[in-house]
């Protein structure tokens, strides 16, 4: 065995481990080890080392930035307050002044800010080209990792482990249980991908002047950036089916390119090689025929070619970890502040599509709300934390928690834990209930610059309704959706048609497909719905999947209400006085509804 403990300076290890003909094996060991190069990652690894830690940052990528450099995604999705308070402070912060203060930045300015943060701190140990193969566990304990780069199996030993990976590979490999895009709701589905496409040519000044004479809500240009074009885009007929141009984000570069993330792309496996470079070459053909129709289409673009596309597509979702805690929807859309927050954010909860057909849907705006440590504390695996987009988030919930600049922060905040909990001497999972060492560990956090809790107090938009808990469960089912402006249409009258396809989507989505349970056709009638509507509707469905449940015919339906379904009775006495049922009334009847079903 070769041992590398010397190797404690920025170093590309893989390039002198190849040389290493007469060993297979070389092993390595330290206080940290970072899967992951990923912005989040490179961020866990500057914290740890900032912290005197033996760190390693190991990567099966070519350079460190993963997601920004290979991906060139250009484009912060910010999380700041009402008020413009920027949430995402620390090592975010450091890199978003490196970049100048843009959240349209160049790419090659980021990447020599990666290259000289990392640089500079001699307790880094970078390795790159170097796969994950396998995960290496006493009991349930991760003391170690093999990954191979050529033809030599490195054995990595650590004190503590954290998985920027993107993918959650590390925590995969390990044991972690997981789910799959929207698994957690019994849907084969997950947010498409996207390529990235360099574009020359464009007259930025004149794209400006005639973009700014024609903004609207649709479209919007900053000094280096550009958004919306929702018109335009929906006029591109794309080549086939697995591709589809949603609003164009463009990025003006220092060199007057312009990055444009825009061109989705359906039906990609991101762990199979040969799917992946498919759809890559795929993607590049497209993107030829988009910068066609942008010249005859968008005004400053009569020149504009194609330069590039990324060496790496920008995956939105993947795995989701199970952990101590699954941040959700409604933490979120009700701006909720965890004791144990490690983290703020505020970005809108944005669902790309997840087919052609699939508009995508914004599921509201939250003004900022906290990520809880057990979030990054997976289950059944000991020593490790999982930061970034798989995190321990339910697929509603990532729509917000997956964004970059969020990730940044929990990243920092895994190399300080790292620290934190060695110096201690106490697993992450310790820590994260420990009642005396938590708030310690967090005033760490805050003298690091990390904000921890919300700025102000905000209110939860559904508070002042009956049956709240039954209405956030809607809402963790994605059976509301309240756009950039949290509007819910909650006391909007609700029509039948609405009501039956609103009962199949949450039966479909908090049920197992195991249950084999017969529905009711969906309505199409757009009278509205009265309470003896909705009870019918509901025998209808008991009666075809021969439960017992019985509903008299006279008003006022009370003790179907109370014995089977477990209403308060404020929300009885409240709907009885209407004619016809709310949004948030029907919606609730039907919760209380496969509540009552799944108790049986």
């Known amino acids: 065995m070769w041992r590398m403990g010397f190797w404690r300076n920025l170093s590309v290890v893989s390039a002198v481990v190849s040389l290493l003909l007469s060993s297979s094996s070389v092993e390595a060991g330290y206080d940290v080890v970072v899967a992951g190069s990923e912005p989040e990652g490179i961020a866990a690894a500057v914290a740890s ?11 099966p990528d070519p350079v460190p930035g993963g997601t920004f450099i290979l991906g060139r995604l250009n484009m912060l999705d910010m999380n700041t307050d009402p008020n413009g308070l920027l949430l995402t402070r620390g090592f975010f912060q450091e890199f978003y002044r490196a970049i100048g203060n843009r959240s349209s930045f160049d790419i090659f300015r980021a990447k020599k800010f990666f290259q000289s943060v990392l640089a500079r701190e001699k307790n ?39 998985d920027a990976t993107g993918d959650g590979d590390l925590a995969a490999i390990s044991g972690v249980p997981f789910f799959y895009g929207r698994e957690d709701m019994h849907l084969k589905e997950r947010m498409a991908d996207t390529l990235i496409f360099e574009v020359g040519g464009v007259d930025w000044k004149s794209f400006a002047r005639f973009t700014i004479a024609h903004q609207s ?61 498919e759809a890559m070459k795929e993607g590049k053909e497209e ?20 330069l590039s596309t990324a060496e790496k597509l920008y995956v939105r979702e993947t795995r989701h970890i199970q952990s101590e805690y699954t941040l959700k929807l409604s933490d979120i859309l009700e701006n ?8 703020v954010g505020s970005y809108p ?17 939250p003004s900022s709300y906290t990520i809880p440590f057990r979030s990054l504390v997976p289950l059944k695996v000991e020593n490790l934390l999982v930061v970034g987009r798989s995190a321990g988030y339910s697929s509603l919930a990532a729509g917000s928690a ?104 949450a039966v479909h989505r908090s049920l197992s497909p195991q249950s084999n349970l017969t529905l009711p056709s969906v309505s199409t009638s757009e009278n509205l719905v009265t309470l003896k509507f909705a009870f019918q509707f509901l025998s209808q469905f008991f009666t075809l999947n021969g439960i017992s449940f019985s509903i008299p015919e006279d008003s006022p339906f009370l003790e179907p209400l109370l014995n089977y379904l477990g209403f308060s009775s404020d929300f009885v006495s409240l709907v009885q006085k209407s004619s016809f049922l709310t949004r948030w009334e029907g919606i609730v009847l039907i919760m209380k509804t496969l509540k009552w079903l799944q108790g049986k």
């Open 287 to 306: 993107a030829s025929r988009i910068v066609e129709f942008l010249r005859s289409n968008l005004h400053g673009f009569e020149k504009a070619f194609l």
């Open 49 to 59: 080392a900032r912290s005197g830690l033996s760190t390693l940052l190991v990567s």
């Open 124 to 162: 880094i140990t970078l390795l790159l080209n170097c796969r994950l193969q396998k995960a290496i566990l006493q009991q349930n304990t991760l003391i170690g990792v093999e990954c191979k780069t050529g033809d030599v199996l490195l054995q990595i030993f650590g004190k503590r482990f954290i």
């Open 349 to 365: 909860v944005d669902h790309q599509p997840v087919s052609p057909e699939d508009p995508g849907i914004v599921y509201g705006r």
């Open 402 to 505: 997956r964004v970059i600049p969020l990730s940044i922060v929990e990243g920092e905040v895994a190399g300080y834990a790292a620290l934190f909990s060695i110096q201690h001497s106490l697993s992450f999972r310790q820590l994260a209930y420990s009642i005396q060492s938590f708030p310690v560990f967090q005033n760490l956090l805050k003298r690091k610059g990390i904000l921890l809790h919300l700025p102000a107090s905000y209110p939860s938009p559904f508070a002042s309704y009956p049956e709240r808990e039954a209405l956030l469960q809607a809402v963790d089912l994605g059976l509301l959706a309240g756009g950039y402006t949290n509007d819910f249409h909650l006391n909007d009258p609700l029509r039948e048609k609405d009501f039956s396809r609103l009962f199949r989507v």
């Open 217 to 277: 809500g649709l479209s919007s240009i900053q000094a280096h950036s550009a958004w919306g074009f929702l018109n335009l885009a929906q006029q591109y007929s794309p080549s086939s089916s697995r591709f589809k141009l949603r609003g164009l984000n463009i990025g003006h570069q220092r060199d007057g390119s312009v990055l444009i993330s825009a061109l989705l792309i359906f039906g990609v496996d991101p762990f199979d090689f040969s799917s992946v470079a």
């Open 336 to 343: 909720r502040d965890f004791p144990d927050s490690i983290a």
